[in-house]
């Protein structure tokens, strides 16, 4: 199996243990509807004129018109220079960036007798892709990781924004965001004009993903490798994939000593249960050590397994725990920001208990408040207004693990927080904006397979309209592109077995997740307590 035939199909099951749906297969963003060969052998630049595409070649030094529906040659053009890259439709001339002998041009050219009718300087080192806005030219960088909107009257620079990764190259216009291969990663990305944030990425389908073109409806894709031409779907009613499943089994023990000389009159440890979500698939009931006193539902619907121990006298301890079989898989949504209706679409139950106020979270606070403000600003979108708080927080705060969990504005003013405290500053900043959010905990699978995990981590949702609840991890560090930093909203690696959802305070589990410890005592004692999940992979 090549590479277009294994990554372009993104893998989701829905209650497959429930309805027996794992073996159904969904086409997302991303899936090639279609592909055929290339005309010539070392193809570059794409684009469409609203009825053909053109190719342009770097060995042919050859421009060709091509009937999308069978790949047919219709026309073909000569090249202006001896080394075209990029090329772009203006709506009445074709647009090609040559770079021959270390001299860079973009050709402006009549495809009716292919003269060239207007030349500017590029203004770069290594031009590359090539698209066109509607008014200006937008050219890829692929020397200095930079994207370049600039004048056709003489090639003055407008605008220029970063790349999304190291190594861009094609380039196409949607007419209101960006679209950008990356040669290296095999990527593309969509990404805002204004900043260049990363929106929305997919595996490109195969190994050189070069030039691109926008149909109105579909993005197509030539490879340099392959010299094949992708009719690639975008929009898809599926809105995540699944993908690089694999199979792990879990031990979570939760331990409780005392280290006298009182006596602990009474222990209560309870275990947050974990559920099938979209990121994983339990094999088998959960196997407990002992068996439950009882399980219990929290506030937030929580479920918990509840041990109860009594008496426990100087140097005792008790222990407690589960055993999880499990697939785990990389999960990443493919989010429109035009499809994210409004927060009057969301659901009322979801906001009154999503919304609301907590300890940790302060939302009231003038600091929170302030600080929601000037991140937002006057945005409606759902979908960027939890953006635009990601964009806040991550430029506020800086990861550190100093021990406690300080509430949100204490947090934010500090500038510095462990994952826990991201995401209290996150909930409070997107509540106090009108936005529903909670948060997850989990155990992670920490480097190997066979690993454990001490540590454990915490991150965000946010409920957006159309989708439901979408991941944001605030925390995520060394964000070296803007690739890297989208990869922190709506993505989930197969490192992770999430075993609580909760929206604040819980009666149990209290802001702690994976398990916690109540007990009460007589006399002088220190109570010891520890977590600890062991990982080791089923195959």
Not at 60 to 75: A, E, H, L, W
Not at 266 to 277: F, K, Q, W
Not at 280 to 285: C, F, I, N, R
Request: glycine residues 8%; hydrophobic residues 35%; aromatic residues 14%.
């Amino acid at each position: 199996m090549n590479k277009s035939q294994h990554l372009v199909f993104g893998f989701f099951v829905v209650g497959c243990m429930v309805l027996g749906l794992s073996s159904l297969v969904f086409a997302v963003t991303g899936h090639v509807e279609k592909s055929f060969p290339s005309p010539g052998s070392c193809p570059t630049g794409l684009t469409y004129d609203g009825k053909y595409l053109w190719n342009c070649d770097r060995k042919t030094d050859m421009i060709y018109k091509i009937d999308p529906r069978n790949g047919n040659v219709v026309d073909s053009l000569t090249s202006p220079g001896y080394r075209p890259r990029g090329l772009t439709w203006d709506g009445k001339y074709l647009w090609n960036v040559d770079a021959s002998e270390e001299e860079y041009f973009i050709y402006q050219i009549d495809p009716k007798t292919g003269l060239v009718v207007k030349t500017l300087w590029a203004p770069c080192d290594r031009p590359e892709g090539l698209a066109w806005d509607g008014e200006f030219l937008w050219i890829v960088d692929d020397g200095d990781n930079k994207i370049h909107q600039i004048s056709t009257e003489d090639g003055t620079t407008i605008n220029t924004i970063p790349s999304p990764s190291k190594y861009p190259c094609g380039l196409a216009y949607d007419g209101k965001y960006l679209w950008v291969t990356d040669r290296i990663k095999d990527m593309i990305y969509m990404i805002t004009p204004d900043r260049g944030d990363v929106i929305v990425f997919f595996d490109a389908p195969d190994a050189y993903a070069r030039g691109l073109a926008w149909d109105g409806k579909n993005l197509w894709n030539v490879d340099y490798q392959t010299d094949e031409i992708y009719k690639i779907k975008i929009h898809d009613k599926e809105t995540y994939s699944r993908t690089e499943e694999k199979e792990q089994f879990l031990e979570y023990t939760n331990q409780v000593r005392n280290y006298g000389p009182g006596v602990v009159k009474d222990v209560d440890i309870y275990l947050a249960v974990p559920e099938n979500l979209p990121n994983q698939e339990l094999l088998s009931e959960i196997e407990y050590f002992p068996q439950p006193t009882d399980f219990l539902t929290d506030r937030w619907g929580q479920r918990v397994a509840h041990f109860r121990f009594q008496d426990l006298e100087a140097t005792r301890f008790v222990s407690v725990g589960m055993k999880i079989k499990a697939k785990l898989f990389n999960v990443r949504y493919y989010i429109f920001p035009e499809k994210t209706g409004e927060l009057k679409d969301i659901p009322k139950e979801i906001s009154e208990r999503f919304l609301a106020d907590d300890t940790k979270y302060s939302v009231n606070d003038p600091f929170i408040q302030q600080s929601t403000k000037q991140a937002v600003g006057d945005e409606y979108n759902p979908y960027w207004i939890a953006r635009k708080i990601f964009n806040h927080v991550i430029d506020h705060i800086t990861y550190e693990r100093v021990g406690g969990w300080n509430i949100a504005p204490t947090v934010l003013k500090r500038g510095t927080g462990s994952c826990s405290e991201f995401a209290f500053v996150y909930i409070a900043m997107s509540r106090a904006a009108g936005l529903p959010a909670r948060y997850v905990g989990c155990v992670v699978v920490r480097g190997d397979d066979a690993s454990a995990d001490e540590v454990f981590h915490r991150w965000v949702e946010v409920y957006l309209p159309n989708y439901g609840w979408i991941p944001v991890d605030p925390s995520w560090r060394d964000y070296p592109t803007p690739a890297d930093e989208a990869r922190a909203f709506g993505t989930l690696r197969n490192r992770y077995l999430i075993t609580t959802t909760g929206g604040g305070g819980s009666e149990y589990l209290e802001w702690g997740y994976n398990s916690n410890e109540k007990w009460t005592s007589q006399g002088k004692c220190k109570v010891y307590s520890e977590h600890i999940g062991e990982w080791s992979p089923l195959k």
